[in-house]
């Protein structure tokens, strides 16, 4: 695949990494700029291994956007790798030894627009050949040893080993998609510490773990045993879910790979379960054994076809700048790395990659960039805000059934609202040049952050338990379908400007709900510490004009509060 550097030449556009954010980068580059000279240098050797490659296997819509229609790889990911069932929670019930007594949030049917189960490997095989067919020098096995960013118009000069011998290479640009080595992050001092501190640790087992068949409970088995569901899409899928098995602190993924192989991990709150209790093979197994005892004997089943097994400590980080008017960039965790549980690493990348090409390609166009890529890098730091107060405090909740299944649909309803309405529309690298979504975006960001907090507010009064429940987010509420599909609506600018406004309209409408419904329910069935929590509640102004907003939108546009008391039939909610 790889032809040998000369000793010392010069391209355009350096990318230092050959992981999925450099290769999908350098793919990018090469496709809005043909004549473009693109090199990636990777550290591994390729072809890399399938399924024990890495981590990041779940993709959400807005990377599964950017893989399958921005960079065109729909025939790979249709053909050689597997469509997700969507996102599938259990909530812990009598020590989980039985799946059906617990609490289940997770859809019938397919989701109008797909998304991938990603065997990472597989992918990045294929990427890495797609980029040398498209013309971008893809040098594998090659060990960056210097960095020399040049001031003015002087390129960049890149030091590398191969096989011992020193090679240069110099750039107009350089890229660092190094992932968390950081190489350029590290150097330049730009590590920015987030409040938010988890543990992980993953492997892979060669068979297909099959999470439908840890119950023959019939009730059970036919919630999603169907061949159609309610909207006429296809069901009877969720091993094909990426499952979530929740606890106090804790959730555990079960991803199905198309390799045959299953990705199961651990993720923590290290203030809760610290990593000394799960980081190697023997102690997560132990773990596993402790927490979720039917996901332990299923894979001590298949021990002997465990594959690997990885760890990553603290692996939340975030980062003071990552772009520079001085033509370098980060993109991928290279920067920025937030949690998996929604696996926005992906989403997070496919951005930056967007706004790199248009730095890069105005650039060569001979326009002065200066304004733009502080906007650009403000904007980035600022979505990755918005994802991160999703995740920071928040994993003490995630054994409380009710609190979590109405946080993962807001959490979903904001994130097809704003970031996926506006990366579907190719908004972000333009986003400057509309002052009314940049006004609407923060204004999402206001309430998103309140009701973060609000939602840890209620935990700490109301953690009563709830068992045998399903909560299917399109029949809690039935309008998200349009959300979903409207992200790939290809609104033109003025009608995307409105309903973005009418986006945020709704969001304002249904925390308002949350907060209302909330504060009644605990006023009917109160809690013996509700009682100061509701005062302070009803003191807050930006909840007391959610509150009345909502009153006010209900009137014309009802929405059914069942999504935030898990559908209210259930005896075991008093």
């Not at 510490?193 to 993953?202: D, E, I, K, L, Y």
């Not at 929590?533 to 930006?542: N, R």
């Amino acid at each position: 695949m790889n032809s040998p550097t000369n000793s010392d030449d010069t391209v355009d556009v350096a990318v230092l990494g050959g992981g999925i954010a450099g290769l999908t980068l350098a793919l990018q580059l090469k496709q809005s700029m043909p004549d473009l000279a693109v090199t990636v240098i990777e550290r591994q050797a390729h072809p890399v291994a399938e399924a024990a490659h890495k981590v990041g296997e779940s993709s959400v819509e807005m990377q599964a956007h950017y893989l399958r229609d921005v960079l065109g790889l729909r025939e790979h990911l249709d053909s050689a790798q597997l469509r997700k069932f969507g996102l599938r929670m259990f909530f812990p019930s009598n020590g989980n030894r039985d799946i059906a007594r617990r609490v289940e949030f997770g859809q019938i049917e397919e989701a109008p627009l797909s998304t991938y189960q990603l065997d990472r490997g597989r992918l990045e095989n294929h990427l890495g050949a797609r980029i040398a067919a498209e013309g971008v020098r893809f040098l594998d096995h090659r060990r960056i040893t210097g960095i020399d960013l040049r001031a003015g118009d002087e390129p960049h000069v890149i030091e590398m080993s191969d096989g011992g011998e020193r090679r240069t290479l110099r750039a107009r640009w350089v890229v660092d998609a190094s992932g968390r080595a950081g190489l350029l992050k590290r150097q330049l001092g730009l590590a920015k510490p987030v409040a938010h501190q988890a543990n992980s640790s993953w492997f892979r087992v060669a068979h297909p773990i099959d999470i439908g068949t840890w119950s023959a409970d019939v009730d059970w088995v036919a919630r999603t045993d169907v061949e159609r569901g309610p909207y006429g899409r296809r069901g009877g899928a969720r091993r094909f879910s990426t499952n979530h098995l929740m606890g106090h602190g804790y959730w555990v993924w079960l991803i199905p790979l198309a390799s045959g192989s299953t990705s199961v991990g651990i993720v923590a709150d290290a203030r809760i379960h610290p990593h000394s209790g799960f980081n190697t093979l023997d102690r997560a197994l132990e773990w596993l054994g402790d927490h979720e005892p039917q996901c332990a004997a299923d894979v001590q089943a298949h021990r002997d076809r465990i594959q690997d097994f990885r760890v990553m400590r603290d692996y939340a980080y975030g980062c003071k700048q990552v772009y520079s008017q001085d033509r370098w960039f980060l993109t991928g965790e290279a920067g920025v790395s937030i949690d998996p549980l929604y696996s926005s690493g992906g989403d997070l990348m496919a951005v930056s990659n967007g706004l790199i090409v248009d730095l890069i390609g105005r650039g060569r166009a001979g326009e002065d960039i200066s304004d733009r890529t502080v906007a650009h890098n403000q904007l980035y730091l600022l979505l990755s805000e918005i994802w991160l107060v999703a995740y920071a405090q928040q994993y003490p909740l995630m054994g409380n059934s009710q609190v979590m299944v109405a946080k993962v649909i807001w959490d979903t309803i904001m994130y097809w609202s704003v970031p996926g309405l506006l990366f579907f529309h190719g908004t972000f690298p333009h986003l400057s040049e509309h002052p009314g979504s940049l006004v609407n975006l923060f204004r999402a960001f206001k309430i998103h952050s309140r009701v973060q907090q609000f939602v840890r507010e209620w935990h700490a009064v109301d953690d009563r338990p709830a068992e045998g429940l399903f909560a299917d987010p399109y029949t809690l509420m039935p309008f998200i379908v349009d959300l979903h599909e409207g992200m790939a609506a290809g609104l033109p600018a003025d009608e995307l400007d409105q309903q973005f406004a009418t986006n945020v309209a709704l969001l304002e409408q249904i925390a308002g709900q949350l907060v209302t419904t909330v504060i009644d329910q605990l006023r009917h069935a109160p809690e013996p510490a509700a009682g100061s929590q509701l005062e302070t509640w009803l003191a807050d102004p930006l909840l007391t004009e959610l509150r009345v907003l909502y009153q006010r939108r209900q009137e014309t546009n009802p929405i059914d509060s069942g999504w935030i008391t898990l559908g209210r039939q259930s005896p075991s909610i008093a």
